[in-house]
């Protein structure tokens, strides 16, 4: 059986690296919407599909870059999570 105190240690786990997975993703649209809404203001052009197609390609292109380190952490999660059921149902 779990303690509280070990939930709640594989659970702040599970929020990093549920974080670190996704920060680059989030950090590449933040800074492509901000670059595009300030394109947009400065040029007065207000279409929809420029704000939209370059942060899809360049959230892609993030997710591809870090993917390796992305599945890696998912994949040691994994094992201490297997590892830690596993002492658990002995």
Not at 13 to 20: G, K, Y
Not at 22 to 44: D, E, R, W
Not at 57 to 62: D, E, H, K, P, R
Request: charged content about 10%; overall charge neutral.
């Amino acid at each position: 059986m779990f303690t509280t105190e070990q939930v709640i240690r594989v659970t702040q786990e599970l929020f990093l690296i549920s974080l670190l997975v996704a920060l680059p993703a989030l950090a590449v649209s933040l800074v492509v919407g901000l670059v595009v809404s300030i394109f947009q203001t400065v040029t007065s052009i207000q279409d929809q599909t420029l704000s939209y197609v370059p942060r899809i390609l360049l959230v892609g292109l993030a997710i591809v870059a870090t993917l390796g380190v992305s599945l890696q952490q998912a994949a040691e999660f994994t094992k201490r999570m297997i590892a830690l059921a596993a002492a658990a149902g002995t």
